[in-house]
């Protein structure tokens, strides 16, 4: 079996150079705040909801008759 070397399929620039990394610490808190209005939010999840409910009306009047396959799907249950 191939042998493992550490950090081979990293870019140059994100290997460690001898076990030293870089001076400066990595920041855990984002540069600026991002307070999300709270109608914007509403609105992006009522979007998602009238998707999701979009999705299942379409599905819903998709449906093949007992024993039939949906379309794009086969009696083995492989999807070719």
Known sequence: LPRRIRQASL????????G??????????PDQDFERDAEEVRSRMASLQRGWQRGRRQ???D??????????TTPGGDGR
């Open 11 to 18: 870019a140059p620039q994100l290997r460690e150079e001898s």
């Open 20 to 29: 030293v990394r870089d001076a400066e610490p990595a920041r855990t808190e």
């Open 59 to 61: 599905n819903a009047e």
């Open 63 to 72: 449906v093949t008759g007992p024993g039939d396959t949906a379309q794009g």
